[in-house]
């Protein structure tokens, strides 16, 4: 069994784009960019494979979305036996983790003044250990995600065994 403090990283609706308990919260409609939120501290058993909720809101324009732009997750080791900074992009299949991002008509150019001042907003819910090569082991790290050139807030964490 896995503890998460805070608790409410129990229960996270992964691949859900609504509004959740773990969620940030944004009521400023001018605002632009990635906000995340993540357990303090993960407690599991040394044979238990690590699950890291990720927690997310986006805002941003949709010019850049609807022009490829990719979400990647991104981590640090601080304090552990991680060497390599690790990075894994949001893979997005049958619906699960799809940030709601327009879609332009099938195979026609994508026209930039029809997304000039669109904006597109979506919550995020990931489990970023599948994002990683490696099994997070305990320590510290600090993690953010980026979606095309916008990066969010890092957020640090520790990992430890019971």
């Known amino acids: ?32 960019g990635i906000m995340i939120r993540m357990p303090e501290e993960i407690r599991l058993e040394p044979d ?7 927690c997310g809101f986006y805002q941003l324009s949709s010019l850049p979305l609807v022009q490829g732009a990719a979400m990647v997750v991104h ?14 992009r949001v893979v997005i299949t049958d619906g699960q983790n799809e940030p709601d991002i327009p879609d332009p008509a099938a195979n026609e150019p994508i026209d930039p003044e029809l997304w000039r001042y669109k904006v597109s907003t979506a919550f995020f819910h990931l489990n970023g250990q599948s994002y990683f090569r490696e099994a997070l082991s305990p320590g510290s790290y600090e993690l953010y995600v980026s979606y095309g050139d916008t990066k969010s ?9 019971r």
């Open 75 to 88: 981590l640090r080791g601080v304090n552990s036996t991680m060497v390599e900074e690790q990075s894994g």
């Open 1 to 32: 069994m896995i503890d998460y403090i805070p608790p409410e990283f129990e229960y996270v609706p992964f691949g859900s784009i609504e509004a959740s308990s773990c969620a940030p919260y944004v009521d400023d409609l001018s605002w632009r």
């Open 48 to 54: 238990d494979a690590p699950i890291l909720p990720i």
């Open 153 to 161: 807030n890092i957020v640090g964490f520790t990992v430890n065994h």
